[in-house]
């Protein structure tokens, strides 16, 4: 058999995206089924390239064009032709470097050598309608009602765009939505106990590595894109940066843990701010790094062991009912698990996997989880609260009722300059992705009076 006839043949970026399109539609996560393929190393640097784009961007832009098909068939297309047609019709919207032609071409051979041989003029016809609609306008049609507008253009399940336009209004909305769809950046914290932000940036310097510097989290250096293996990096092996966005540096900051302190982190996997504390404390004192999830937390000793951290102890555990350190920390961390709301960027699947449901249930477990965690924190001790999401659910209506039913509890408002930009005047920080250029983040520090 030849090459050219295999589904499989190793040189065809677009068969293998389609196979794995096909996988994350039947519920596979996306960066599972993009890795599986690139495990397989058949694919060159540059076809990599092109198969992890199309995977992610389809997914990513599913809303999008899913809608686009829906103008340019006369009656729904039979599922297989899905996410071919998909497929063609990113490459024509998103991607400039393929000729519309040469899209057009690979999407009806795709068809033929998929047993779709028989819809190739359909595919043809879709595509090419397409086009001409494209050649004096955008061809997209938009709904007139704003939620759907914008869920349409940007590819957003309505439910997040309600949540947003009634946080932020519709042209905040539309602006978050917009940047969620741009390719993630990479941040490293560097390890103050190793190396210097300024030396650091020298070394990167000297490898050819372009680095910027961070004005809000004083460790953070932002790696400009295409870097590639980020282990093979100066300094990786030696512990002296980890990867973490600026905005989780952030949290760390508003920690501001003293060399000395006990400190428990309640929800601490893999440990990237478990790290930061330890060495915002010079490795001095007891940083418990729990977490229930025992397979994570080997990734915390790890993270510990290269970034040589002697301070940092794990314990397996449902935090919830983690009784043993009750009044005993200077300080607690909680970095909830959230719906991530605030890192789409960085899962092309991730505004599928979540749900208004699914938000209801992490609300609950982390309302159960400040509750516990505020035990544990000894008289005038502080505790941070933090996650990863921009949904009012699992922010402020989990800090106003805590606050409201333990008198002895107060927000600590942060007075460092480098808090300024993100504080809201209720005194927690919330971090805007289209704002501030970093991953969306919500953190409180609160104070126990007693
Ligand atoms: C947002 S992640 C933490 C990230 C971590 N703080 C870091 O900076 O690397 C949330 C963590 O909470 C853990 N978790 C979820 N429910 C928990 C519970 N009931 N008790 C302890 N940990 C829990 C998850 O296993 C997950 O590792």
Redesign the pocket.
């Known amino acids: 058999m030849s090459q050219a006839a295999s589904p499989l043949a190793p040189e065809q970026p677009r068969q293998l995206a389609l196979l794995a399109l096909q996988s994350v539609y039947r519920g596979a996560y996306a960066d599972v089924a993009v890795h599986q393929t690139l495990r397989r190393g058949t694919l060159s640097d540059k076809n990599r390239g092109l198969f992890t784009e199309l995977v992610y961007g389809c997914v990513r832009r599913r809303r999008t064009l899913e809608a686009l098909i829906q103008q340019f068939v006369k009656k729904p297309p039979p599922p297989p032709l899905q996410p071919l047609l998909q497929l063609g019709l990113y490459q024509l919207r998103y991607l400039n470097h393929i000729p519309p032609s040469a899209a057009v071409h690979t999407t009806v051979e795709l068809a033929k050598q998929n047993g779709l041989g028989g819809l190739a003029g359909l595919v043809n016809g879709v595509l090419r309608r397409y086009l001409r609609a494209s050649e004096t306008t955008d061809a997209l049609q938009l709904p007139s009602d704003p939620i759907q507008r914008i869920g349409t253009l940007h590819s957003f399940p309505d439910w997040i765009v309600q949540v947003w336009v009634e946080q932020f209004g519709e042209a905040e909305a539309d602006a978050l939505c917009q940047w969620m769809n741009q390719p993630p950046t990479i941040d490293l914290r560097v390890n103050p106990l190793t190396a210097s932000v300024t030396e650091m940036q020298a070394e990167m310097a000297a490898a050819g590595v372009a680095v910027e510097v961070l004005e809000a989290a004083s460790q953070a250096l932002r790696l400009t894109p295409h870097v590639g293996a980020i282990d093979r990096l100066p300094g990786f092996a030696e512990g002296k940066w980890m990867v973490?966005d600026a905005s989780?540096q952030l949290?760390g900051q508003l920690m501001a843990p003293q060399p000395g302190d006990l400190v428990i982190?309640?929800?601490?996997?893999?440990?990237?701010?478990?790290t930061h504390l330890a060495e915002l404390m010079g490795d001095r004192g007891t940083v418990w790094a729990?977490?229930?999830?025992a397979k994570?937390l080997r990734k915390v000793e790890e993270n510990a062991q290269r970034l040589q951290l002697q301070s940092i102890r794990t314990l397996a555990?449902?935090?919830?009912q983690l009784a043993q350190f009750v009044g005993q920390a200077d300080r607690v961390?909680l970095?909830?698990?959230?719906s991530g709301l605030g890192t789409l960027h960085r899962h092309a699947d991730a505004r599928w996997r979540q749900t208004p449901a699914s938000i209801e249930e992490l609300s609950a477990?982390q309302s159960?989880?400040l509750a516990q965690g505020a035990t544990w924190v000894k008289p005038g001790g502080r505790l941070v609260y933090a996650?990863?999401t921009l949904h009012p659910r699992e922010n402020e209506a989990i800090i106003q009722p805590f606050l409201k039913n333990q008198p002895d509890w107060c927000i600590e408002k942060p007075d460092a300059a480098w808090a300024f930009p993100f504080l809201n005047p209720a005194g927690w920080l919330q971090v805007l992705p289209h704002h501030h250029q970093m991953d969306g983040f919500f953190m409180v520090c609160l104070r126990h009076q007693g």
């Open positions: 973490q989780a949290v982190d309640g929800c601490a996997a893999p440990g990237g701010k478990a729990c977490d229930r999830n994570r555990t449902d935090s919830r961390l970095d909830v698990p959230c477990l159960e989880l996650t990863c």
